[in-house]
């Protein structure tokens, strides 16, 4: 009854141009009326594997022509044409016109119709039926398929054994000896090696790399285990782990994403940090992903075990200046325009976040007592820098070629006026703070006379006041006798002690300058690649409002480099 029920619940109703179900019916176009001419249309029916398809001509009425070459009716398996049909009869290939029924040799035939132009007279054209009827493998299959017993089924075959006989993987061939598996448990191996593991036989049996060896919760190396009669192995309850790594360490400035099943730690485990962008990139080449090895350990390919480090990215503005000229006179910045802006209470000045943990400033500056410093504001208001971020000088390092001068002294000197502050703590980088680049030796980094610059600051205003809010402006560099001729210009006899070195350079525009609480910050020029780097720092000028002075980066990147990389683990 089963087989019955699984029948019906195969059949489906015929479809025109191809079938797929048990049994069905064809015909001709327009059946049973004339069909049309210039007709040329195909059937492909299939039954299910262990079937093939008995079809039942009921009705032919077809244009009569020798070999059928006009209208035709055509039965075809994939390899060849089995039968052609046209007049009222059946005919074979090549035999005698007789038979009304045709059986396939496989499971698939093709049944095409062809009418051409030239039929004067109607005709009706064929219908047939067809069924899906079972193949007797044990006997049709012209050799033994099974050594001992074949049993046919409907719509199949299976292959049976003698008593003390087990059939094998090939479901044909029956031994008389039955073999183990090829493994006790899984994710482990045998020694030793052998192509057949039959009665008798006994492993040692270990894990596979990466996995470790349990009984009762209890670690163990290895165990013995033997091939019974019945292809069963002893001992086959222990189990083969993968090991586990254990959450993967945090690194700063990163997420980690897991490549596999996510929060899997076991052994083959696959994760990656990321850096959080645009703030922080990758130190190195490495490519942060990391892999739970057999070692219990997170392991990268090029690396080991070493962390990746996530550094800032350096001159990324994600709110770029606009150009507008003017500080004295200023406009207004917005948050994000100068995210490496470091704002110096006392003494009132400005400086440059150039690492997680540097700041950039003018010697004038840093050798003054009581440093106080904020970033990550615009607005330097007593309210606004309870929302901004203290930093905290850990170590001052003045350059060492500048010259101090002693207590009520006018400086008249300001060569080599650039230092370095190394915070006590990393600063966390996000919109509005992030450093500014540190320039290398190429001719991009030429500071050119008419290259804009941006200049930013809380200093002085044209009204004479400190601004609250941070000012910029965009001033070209200029060339260094235009900026001395102006200056002697003054008939100040004092302005004639001052020196000029190459370690300077000068900017500005007539009424555009930096000014007193300006000092240390950064003249940023924006690079290639679209980055900011320090060109200079505010250094000194004789009056606001006219030329100003910056020291020239380009001369110290030795110094800077060698500073920080001698004392960032101090």
């Known amino acids: 009854m089963w087989i019955i029920f699984w029948l019906l619940l195969c059949l489906t109703a015929s479809t025109k141009g191809s079938d797929t179900s048990m049994y069905g019916e064809i015909h001709s176009p327009n059946y049973p009326h004339g069909y049309p001419n210039n007709v040329h249309q195909s059937w492909d029916i299939s039954v299910p594997k262990g079937f093939k398809i008995h079809i039942n001509f009921m009705h032919v009425d077809i244009e009569a022509s020798p070999g059928c ?50 039929n004067e007279d109607s005709f009706t054209g064929f219908m047939a039926y067809y069924v899906a009827i079972d193949i007797n493998e044990c006997e049709n299959s012209g050799k033994d398929i099974c050594n001992h017993y074949c049993n046919n089924y409907y719509g199949g075959f299976r292959c ?51 996995y470790e060896m349990y009984h009762n919760k209890a670690r163990i190396t290895a165990f013995s285990s033997e091939c019974l009669e019945n292809g069963t192995w002893t001992n086959s309850f222990h189990e083969c782990k993968p090991v586990d790594c254990g959450p993967p360490e945090q690194v700063d400035n990163s997420v980690v994403v897991y490549l596999t099943e996510s929060d899997v730690d076991t052994f083959g485990a696959k994760i990656q940090y990321m850096c959080e962008e645009p703030y922080y990139k990758m130190d190195g080449k490495a490519d942060g992903i990391y892999h739970c090895a057999a070692d219990i350990m997170w392991r990268n390919a090029k690396t080991g075990i070493s962390l990746p480090t996530c550094i800032p990215v350096c001159g990324n503005v994600t709110n770029p200046p606009q150009p507008i000229q ?5 406009e ?82 300001y060569d080599n006026d650039i230092a370095l502050i190394k915070l006590k ?6 919109y509005q703070i992030s450093p500014i680049c540190i320039p290398n030796e190429g001719e991009e980094f030429e500071l050119l006379q008419g290259r804009m610059g941006f200049i930013s600051g809380w200093g002085r205003t044209e009204k004479g006041y400190l601004s609250q809010r941070l000012r910029y402006a965009q001033i070209p560099v200029e060339n260094m006798n235009t900026c001395k001729h102006h200056i002697f210009l003054n008939k100040n006899p004092e302005t004639k002690k001052l020196v000029f070195t190459d370690n300077m350079f ?32 505010v250094s000194w000028g004789v009056e606001c409002g006219s030329y100003g002075f910056y020291t020239k980066m380009k001369n110290y990147i030795e110094w800077i480099n060698k500073t920080i990389t001698e004392n960032s683990h101090a």
């Open 160 to 210: 049976g054994c003698h008593y003390g006989y087990f059939l094998q993987e090939d479901q044909t061939t029956c031994t008389a000896s039955k073999q183990c598996p090829e493994s006790v448990i899984p994710d482990s191996r045998m020694q030793p090696f052998l192509s057949k593991h039959l009665s008798k036989i006994i492993m040692n049996v270990t894990c596979l790399e990466g």
């Open 332 to 413: 207004f910045a917005e948050e994000g325009n100068f995210p490496w802006q470091v704002y110096f209470e006392i003494p009132r000045a400005g400086g440059a976040l150039i690492g997680e943990q540097w700041v950039l400033t003018s010697a004038t500056v840093a050798e003054q007592d009581g440093l106080t410093m904020y970033i990550g504001t615009i607005n330097v208001g007593r309210e606004a820098l309870k929302a901004a971020t203290e930093i905290k000088p850990e170590k001052i390092f003045l350059h060492p070629s500048y010259n101090i001068v002693t207590e009520g002294e006018r400086r008249y000197n």
């Open 425 to 430: 703590d990393k600063v966390k980088m996000g």
């Open 506 to 537: 000068c900017g500005g525009l007539k009424g555009i300058d930096s000014c007193q609480g300006d000092n240390g910050g950064a003249y940023a020029f924006k690079s290639d690649d679209s980055t900011y780097f320090v060109g200079g720092i």
């Open 326 to 330: 003017r500080i004295i006179k200023g």
């Open 69 to 118: 070459g006009k209208d035709y009716m055509k039965v075809a398996d994939e390899d060849q044409d089995l039968f052609i049909i046209c007049g009222r009869l059946l005919m074979p290939l090549g035999k005698i016109p007789s038979l009304t029924e045709i059986e396939s040799p496989s499971n698939k035939i093709t049944v095409t119709f062809h009418s051409d132009s030239s």
